[in-house]
């Protein structure tokens, strides 16, 4: 039931992002067109790639809630990563896309075979607006993502924050045209490719990073091992390993227990710490508990029992 409502929260916040995408898009390509600035047709490109972008977000996350079967025992939850990385790319054309003819604009000036002609009220309107959606949607997006731990959606976030950012840097370059200096307007272009490849990189290391099975951070492991010691009749932990596959994560750990106990009652107490922790932790998938019989003290260690 969880997992079913989680999806529908995906799926909402992915198609709000693609019709406000398609809103913004064709709003600043035309705003772009008709007040004759470059950087603001260059953002009206990037917001028309969040389109595209949106809808690999949406089929990555349909994928990944597939469940298992004969060939993926562990289920789909990676293609959610492969879609993140699908998504990196896809900003990164679209950021050395923007920077190349923002650079051309100005050689071509630089060398007098090009006149500037400063954009028009409409365009700087248009930046503004374009700050306040992006930045509220980067918001809103930022939130659902980490709440259901989602790296396509995490992604598609800072695909909105880039955006904004880009819109920013078309403000700065559209005023400072419009007051003399239209050189600006094509710099701002180039200042706009910085800051999605910047976040191009981003999202491509998160993906990267979870697909070769990072461990889970510290906190995460503490609070693991705190409900395993917390169950009657383990006796210690031996070894706790831990991955993540997307939103998902993976335990195995061996605990100590009592040798003397019957293989009963051992594996009633895997049993234990195994619901324990898919019940207290919504994001773990499938733990793995070994049981290993605690060894008898040592010599050494009877004589420093003895003495404390």
């Given at each position: 039931m969880k997992e079913d409502k989680n999806g529908r929260l995906a799926m909402e916040v992915s198609l709000v992002s693609l019709l406000v995408n398609i809103a913004l898009s064709a709003g600043k390509l035309l705003a772009g067109i008709f007040a004759h600035s470059g950087a603001m047709v260059s953002d009206g490109v990037h917001s028309a790639s969040d389109v595209v972008s949106t809808l690999v977000v949406i089929v990555g996350l349909r994928l990944s809630k597939r469940r298992e079967d004969e060939t993926h025992p562990y289920g789909h939850e990676r293609l959610e990563c492969a879609a993140a990385i699908l998504l990196a790319g896809m900003l990164a054309l679209t950021g050395t896309g923007v920077g190349l003819a923002g650079v051309k604009e100005i050689l071509q000036a630089l060398a007098g075979n090009l006149e500037i002609q400063p954009?028009?009220?409409?365009?700087?309107?248009?930046?503004?607006?374009?700050?306040?959606?992006?930045?509220?949607?980067?918001?809103?997006?930022?939130?659902?993502?980490?709440?259901?731990?989602?790296?396509?959606?995490?992604?598609?976030?800072?695909?909105?924050?880039?955006?904004?950012?880009?819109?920013v840097g078309s403000f700065i370059g559209i005023l400072g045209a419009r007051l003399g200096l239209p050189m600006l307007d094509p710099v701002a272009s180039v200042v706009i490719c910085a800051f999605i490849?910047?976040?191009?990189?981003?999202?491509?290391?998160?993906?990267?990073?979870?697909?070769?099975?990072?461990?889970?951070?510290?906190?995460?492991?503490?609070?693991?091992?705190?409900i395993i010691l917390a169950q009657r009749g383990v006796e210690g932990i031996d070894l706790l390993k831990t991955r993540r596959f997307s939103s998902k994560i993976y335990v195995d750990v061996e605990i100590a227990a009592d040798g003397s106990k019957t293989l009963y009652?051992?594996?009633?107490?895997?049993?234990?710490?195994?619901?324990?922790?898919?019940?207290?932790?919504?994001?773990?998938?499938?733990?793995?508990?070994?049981?290993?019989?605690?060894?008898?003290?040592?010599?050494?260690?009877?004589?420093?029992?003895w003495k404390d």
């Open positions: 954009p028009g009220l409409l365009a700087l309107g248009a930046a503004v607006v374009s700050v306040a959606v992006k930045e509220a949607m980067y918001w809103y997006t930022h939130r659902a993502a980490r709440k259901l731990g989602s790296a396509a959606l995490l992604a598609d976030a800072w695909h909105h924050r880039s955006d904004a950012l880009s819109s490849l910047r976040a191009a990189v981003k999202i491509f290391m998160d993906a990267v990073s979870q697909m070769t099975d990072r461990a889970c951070d510290a906190d995460t492991e503490q609070t693991i091992r705190e009652e051992t594996h009633a107490i895997a049993e234990t710490v195994h619901d324990a922790i898919e019940t207290r932790m919504n994001q773990v998938k499938h733990i793995m508990v070994h049981v290993n019989p605690r060894q008898p003290p040592t010599q050494a260690e009877e004589r420093k029992l």
